[in-house]
């Protein structure tokens, strides 16, 4: 039976995650623009980030519970949700900056597109907790947390700050105030937490499900690296030299070797 304390923590793990967007907005409290080189080299640390989260965290742990099988068809459900999300941004194909000076009924649409499109994050932290309680955790606030679920809180928040960076980018060029960028940019990740939430009550009611959920917050992780992140920093890095080829190595590089020490203990 899943405690309401315990559910209360995985949600506030969840709204670490959502907060660290409004960190994305923080560059313009000092700076009127932010050099490409650095927006480049953050989706590509994001993007390593996200990559070692899923490899080495998700599908790894996955193992542990179930079979490739059950991995694969979560994967594919992780992918096919990004897939949707992404038809309905698409058909819909509304601006950062629309946020800031929606009515009503406009900014209940946008939540919806946000939450289709930022819930996997949150799925992935969620079910990070399965094994929370149990002994090899780490002691936190008088509750013993999985290395694992500690491990993608970071990683998730860590991602989140370039998505806030590009968020707030738009709204700033349109003459935004600076916390209006951190608001929008904190709103635009406002799933997480739910989804959080949401995935840790299903894996404590149906812990045989633990390898399909882990392989689609896998999935969907890494799907979103490939179509959305990459293809970002590819844009971004059209003006430098190269491409921004190196820049994006860079950052992958980083993003993926700065969470092996962590990994060791999970």
Same mark, same amino acid.
């Given at each position: 039976m899943v405690l309401t304390g315990e559910l209360a923590f995985v949600f506030v793990a969840g709204l670490l995650t959502d907060l660290a967007t409004g960190l994305g907005a923080l560059p313009f409290f000092f700076v009127d623009d932010?050099?490409?080189?650095?927006?480049?080299?953050?989706?590509?640390?994001?993007?390593?980030?996200?990559?070692s989260a899923s490899g080495f965290g998700l599908f790894r742990e996955a193992l542990n519970y179930g079979g490739p099988v059950q991995i694969g068809l979560g994967a594919l459900?992780?992918?096919?949700?990004?897939?949707?999300?992404?038809?309905?941004?698409?058909?819909?194909?509304?601006?950062?900056?629309?946020?800031?000076?929606?009515?009503f009924?406009?900014?209940?649409l946008i939540a919806g597109v946000l939450t289709v499109h930022s819930f996997p994050e949150g799925v992935a932290v969620g079910v990070s907790f399965a094994d929370m309680g149990l @002994?090899? !955790?780490?002691?936190?606030?008088?509750?013993?947390?999985?290395? /694992? %679920? +500690?491990?993608?809180?970071?990683? #998730?928040?860590?991602h989140n700050v370039p998505e806030g960076l590009a968020v707030s980018i738009p709204l700033h060029e349109h003459g935004a105030r600076r916390w209006t960028l951190v608001a929008?940019?904190?709103?635009?990740?406002?799933?997480?937490?739910?989804?959080?939430?949401?995935?840790?009550?299903?894996?404590?009611?149906?812990?045989?499900?633990l390898p399909f959920?882990?392989?689609?917050?896998?999935?969907?992780?890494?799907?979103?690296?490939?179509?959305?992140?990459?293809?970002?920093?590819? @844009?971004? !890095?059209?003006?430098?030299?190269?491409?921004?080829?190196?820049? /994006? %190595? +860079?950052?992958?590089?980083?993003? #993926?070797?700065?969470?092996?020490?962590?990994?060791?203990f999970a």
């Open positions: 932010v050099d490409d080189r650095w927006r480049v080299g953050l989706w590509g640390l994001a993007s390593g980030i996200m990559l459900v992780g992918v096919a949700l990004v897939l949707v999300a992404g038809r309905i941004i698409d058909d819909h194909e509304f601006e950062p900056r629309e946020i800031a000076a929606a009515d009924k406009k900014l209940v @002994e090899g !955790g780490i002691p936190i606030a008088g509750f013993t947390v999985p290395v /694992l %679920a +500690v491990f993608m809180t970071i990683a #998730i928040s860590i929008v940019a904190v709103f635009t990740s406002v799933p997480q937490p739910i989804g959080a939430a949401i995935s840790y009550i299903f894996v404590q009611i149906a812990r045989a499900a959920g882990y392989g689609f917050a896998g999935g969907a992780m890494v799907f979103l690296v490939v179509s959305e992140f990459l293809p970002e920093a590819r @844009e971004v !890095g059209r003006r430098l030299p190269n491409g921004g080829t190196r820049e /994006l %190595a +860079v950052g992958l590089v980083v993003g #993926i070797l700065g969470m092996v020490p962590m990994l060791l």
